[in-house]
């Protein structure tokens, strides 16, 4: 049997998008994952859909697995000649017992690679906006460990000479035993004002920063109910936090946001309220396929010479057309002699990704903007083809009528109710852990409540968020309470929306 091989990745300290490119691959090519308790649950799935994925994640008095117990999974899974990943949090050498875990498998004589990660110990207080060292504030810091029993005898961790023996010291996994090392810093000489700072979850939207001194920090933690994981610093750096704090200052922080875009187009969404602080959370509530018989659209690009416009609504409109194109032997040349439109951003930018770049792109991204600048050319008597969705709304076909022109409706893709419509993003709004859902067209309006059937009362407690008018006349029918319309009828533009109404509201003090 072939010899297997054990990768010690860190996963970094939360963020999904600090774990490493090296990390990444060999979690994308991993037979069996063994994954830690602080791991974003996101990151796994970046695994192989048949990748054997195992938990043994540790809390404090409650561990799925005991040490020796992981240590004998990764030499039994490699020895089953099987590619595993062991996936730690931070880094798996930064008191991560990933020492312990590389000597099992030394003397077990199979090969192993450390694959380091980005350390929580500095992460977690750059995104609290506290530097470890600054130029003239602090030009050393140290790594300790808070976890040990102060109970059990002599203390591994030699508090004498760390309270005044580095500019900064940083703590991990010390949360449960604040009162005790406060005490050991006071006692061996640390000034009782010297600034502390508490960050729980760091690096993820439930970041929590508690600022106080080494004589009132525990007394302050107690009071707020401050629980782990918390990374502990102590020392003036602390201070800086006050110019420097970027993370949790972002329009959107900590807002968890339920984005109901198709799965395909969700994570570009996802993507850009993660940038603006904000926890999306994905239930994808319509699906594209493609249409069953492409006859039609077939036909339709082969007599592109006897059109004057192609007008494309939709970025999935021009991708359904560009995969005919192939089977079809033609390419991008095919549109020499016609013009072409886009009703918004997203749409121009699937074109000019293929090398075309619109003849229109209306200012107002919407069917009204696109007739209002159409009407403005004259397209009295111009045949136009309108590669769209099968449920796509009849108001930009009867619009082109009206202004004189001779518009073809073509089905390029079918919209439908996603077939997984379950799972954390459902439970998390039934939890009443979402504070804003996002709807980017009607159907996606009607698919969520039918998703939700009898349980719809979950859409009561959250901010209703709608892309434009056309949703959020669809959502008003719907008995739904609008919050927030987009001016702007683009995915940046109704995260902007969500800014501004979020201002608002903290203007009002509601």
């Known amino acids: 049997m072939t010899q297997g091989k054990v990768y010690l990745v860190g996963a970094g300290p939360g963020d999904v998008g600090l774990i490493t490119d090296r990390g990444l691959e060999c ?6 994952v063994v994954y830690d308790r602080l791991i974003d649950n996101r990151i796994l799935d970046f695994a192989r859909p048949d990748a054997e994925l195992l938990y043994v994640g540790k809390a404090s008095g409650t561990h799925a697995k005991e040490q020796h117990e992981i240590n004998q999974i990764l030499v039994d899974r ?4 099987k590619t595993v990943v062991r996936l730690k949090g931070g880094d798996p050498f930064v008191l991560g017992r990933g020492g312990e875990e590389a000597e099992a498998l030394h003397a077990s004589q199979l090969p192993f690679e450390i694959v380091p990660g980005v350390s929580s110990a500095t992460a977690v207080p750059a995104y609290a906006g506290i530097p470890v060292t600054h130029r003239g504030v602090a030009s050393s810091f140290v790594v300790v460990t808070g976890h040990e029993d102060p109970s059990k005898g002599i203390p591994n961790v ?7 023996g580095a500019d900064t010291l940083v703590c991990l996994m010390g949360m449960g035993n604040l009162p ?6 006071l006692r061996y000489g640390k000034a009782p004002h010297t600034p502390v700072a508490l960050i729980r979850h760091g690096t993820t939207p439930r970041q929590e920063t508690l600022v106080g001194t080494v004589g009132t920090i525990a007394e302050a933690a107690e009071r707020e109910g401050f629980e782990p ?3 502990i610093v102590v020392g003036e750096v602390v201070k800086l936090r006050q110019k420097l704090a970027w ?5 959107l922080f900590g807002k968890r946001v339920l984005v109901t875009r198709s799965r395909t187009q969700a994570s570009a969404f996802s993507r850009l309220l993660a940038e603006r602080g904000a926890d999306p959370v994905e239930l994808p509530v319509i699906e594209t396929r493609d249409v069953p018989d492409p006859g039609e659209l077939d036909t339709a690009i082969l007599s592109l010479s006897e059109y004057h416009w192609v007008l494309f609504t939709s970025a999935n409109g021009v991708l359904a057309f560009w995969k005919r194109l192939r089977p079809l032997n033609l390419d991008a040349r095919c549109f020499h002699n016609v013009r072409i439109g886009a009703i918004g951003p997203a749409t121009a930018e699937a074109l000019e990704a293929r090398g075309i770049h619109p003849d229109l792109l209306p200012e107002e991204h919407s069917s009204e903007g696109l007739l209002a600048d159409l009407a403005a050319m004259g397209i009295a008597g111009k045949r136009i083809l309108l590669p769209r969705a099968d449920i796509a709304p009849p108001d930009l076909t009867d619009g082109l009528v009206k202004l004189g022109a001779e518009p073809v409706e073509v089905s390029a893709y079918l919209t439908r109710p996603a077939t997984a419509s379950a799972g954390r993003g459902k439970q998390t709004l039934l939890d009443g852990a979402i504070d804003i859902v996002a709807f980017t067209s009607a159907s996606t309006v009607a698919n969520l409540l039918a998703a939700l059937g009898n349980e719809r009362r979950a859409l009561d407690r959250v901010t209703i968020a709608c892309i434009g008018p056309r949703t959020a006349e669809a959502a008003e029918k719907a008995g739904l309470t609008v919050d927030v319309i987009a001016p702007q009828h683009t995915i940046p533009g109704l995260v902007k929306a969500m800014e501004v109404h979020l201002l608002e509201c903290e203007r009002k003090g509601s």
Not at 27 to 32: E, G
Not at 78 to 81: L, V, W, Y
Not at 247 to 251: A, G, I
């Open 180 to 185: 005790y090392i406060v005490e050991q810093l």
């Open 158 to 164: 030699d508090w004498e000479k760390l309270a005044t």
């Open 27 to 32: 979690l994308k090519r991993a037979d069996v």
């Open 247 to 251: 993370f949790d200052n972002r329009p």
């Open 78 to 81: 490699a020895k089953e000649g």
């Open 229 to 231: 994981p918390v990374v």
